[in-house]
């Protein structure tokens, strides 16, 4: 049992994830596949297991985005408004009068960069709880209503003065579909997926897919796992590229070293080099990533990832500007999904990887514990 193996099987053993899917790779291939635990009463976790993958759903829909910036058809400096004129009618909550939001014109425009690094201003209600006090005065639906009208958050803060984690690059998926006059589904399959041989990725759980999707689990106060429903909504009016995809280990990292290939994978191009390398920069204009606090405990811990060292975000992906020892390098991009989806790759060291389960509350210490175990033994072998 190589000590990858150990690290999944112990982490299931004790109950730190339910179950989990690893596996890593490099720009030529595939170097260590792993699965430990069921993904569903009776049926064992498997490397073409079916994920909520959430937000790992973003670094596709801003490859969208890039895909058009390569062509010359998207600015990522145009203002969003420009692209799409309601968008216009967003506004900032400047204070709450008791439980009413007083609303306010933000102090600039908000551009196709803002969104992609979360520096629009938009904040999810889990990591804001202005946001969730607005909804709750306002019957503001959650961005998982899959409608137009749930796009409509407020912001709370100008578009350009600081990291809020939230539902930007939904609005980017619609720029897309805007720009190039696709479906951004249609865009997905037509662009990446079919390229990349992508089979079992998409916005719906397809036929052959059904059989093989795991189960969500949240951790009770008691410490044990139990059943959750949570699922992006299916055929929605808007097709959110924040969240909305399903997806396996293969098929993401097809996606991963499609990158550390700079731009294309078994002779098929994505993007251009130039693309790439383009995308894969600190897009934040001297803003960094800071750590995000939860106001929903019971689905998702703060996260901190590695503490103390400066983060940015690139077009597409949160960016580390240090080498962590033993670990990734400076310049490594990384992010996850809510149900605890994670990967990372290191371009300067040529690794990719995922580690995915379908558990909550996202981030909590023993998945984090795991997925660290994980990193280590993936760089120490």
Request: with cysteine.
């Amino acid at each position: 049992m190589s000590t990858k193996d150990q690290v999944i099987a112990t982490a299931v053993a004790s109950k730190d994830v339910p179950f989990a899917v690893a596996m890593a790779g490099n720009s030529k291939g595939i170097t260590y596949s792993g699965a430990a635990g069921e993904a569903a009463p009776g049926r064992k976790a498997a490397p073409d297991t079916v994920f909520r993958i959430f937000s790992m759903t973003k670094a596709v829909g801003t490859t969208a985005a890039m895909i058009l910036v390569d062509r010359g058809k998207l600015d990522v400096d145009a203002a969003v408004e420009d692209l799409l004129p309601e968008f216009a009618k967003i506004q900032v909550i400047d204070r709450f009068d008791g439980d009413k939001p007083v609303m306010r014109a933000p102090k600039r425009k908000a551009t196709v960069r803002h969104l992609a690094t979360h520096t629009s201003g938009l904040a999810y209600e889990f990591w804001n709880g202005d946001v969730g006090k607005y909804m709750a005065a306002t019957g503001h639906p959650s961005i998982l209503a899959g409608t137009k009208a749930a796009m409509f958050y407020p912001m709370v803060c100008d578009p350009g003065t600081r990291w809020e984690y939230g539902i930007g690059i939904d609005w980017l998926g619609q720029i897309v579909e805007k720009v190039d006059g696709r479906r951004v589904d249609r865009f997905l399959q037509d662009e990446i997926f079919g390229p990349l041989d992508m089979t079992d990725t998409a916005c719906e759980v397809l036929d052959h897919m059904k059989d093989r999707l795991a189960a969500v689990s949240i951790r009770g106060e008691d410490g044990q796992f139990g059943p959750f429903e949570i699922a992006p909504p299916p055929q929605p009016e808007v097709y959110g590229m924040g969240h909305t995809l399903y997806s396996t280990a293969p098929d993401y990292m097809k996606f991963l070293r499609m990158f550390l290939n700079k731009g294309a994978l078994d002779g098929k191009r994505v993007l251009s080099e130039k693309g790439v390398e383009r995308m894969l920069t600190d897009h934040m204009n001297g803003l960094t990533f800071d750590k995000m606090t939860t106001v929903a405990p019971a689905i998702t811990a703060d996260v901190d990832l590695f503490p103390g060292t400066r983060k940015t975000h690139s077009f597409g992906f949160l960016r580390n500007e240090a080498d962590i020892p033993g670990m990734r390098s400076a310049g490594s991009q990384s992010w996850a999904g809510v149900c605890n989806t994670h990967y990372w790759f290191d371009p300067k060291k040529d690794v990719a990887a995922v580690i995915m389960t379908q558990s909550l509350p996202f981030v909590e210490p023993p998945l984090m514990k795991t997925y660290e175990a994980y990193e280590r033994a993936v760089y120490a072998g």
